[in-house]
């Protein structure tokens, strides 16, 4: 993976703040990206310092969520300048949520 690829920065930042979150509300971070309460009441446990160390993992440990029709649907009205769709596209994202844990 070439230096442009390097998500090292994004990845630490992401799991600050999922751990952030789940220190106020571990359920509902369970919930709304799919894992399970176990991996939350994990990672509310870990410090800053700790989450650093995904700094050193430069390939993305995050996936997009939503399937691959929902992706192209928000993909290609952003590129066709549809704001109305757009619009509805992302209101959908906030209320959907995964239905099966992981972890």
Do not use: C
Request: charge should be neutral; charged fraction near 25%.
């Amino acid at each position: 993976m070439n230096a442009d690829a390097d998500f090292s920065t994004f990845n630490f930042e992401y799991f600050l703040k999922v751990r952030d979150l789940a220190l106020k509300d571990a359920e509902t971070v369970a919930t709304r990206l799919g894992v399970s309460q176990k991996f939350t009441h994990i990672i509310r446990n870990l410090d800053a310092g700790s989450l650093a160390e995904l700094s050193r993992i430069k390939q993305p440990l995050v996936v997009p969520h939503q399937e691959q029709w929902w992706w192209e649907r928000l993909l290609t009205a952003l590129h066709s300048g549809r704001q109305a769709e757009t619009k509805i596209i992302l209101e959908q994202a906030s209320i959907i949520t995964s239905k099966h844990g992981g972890y």
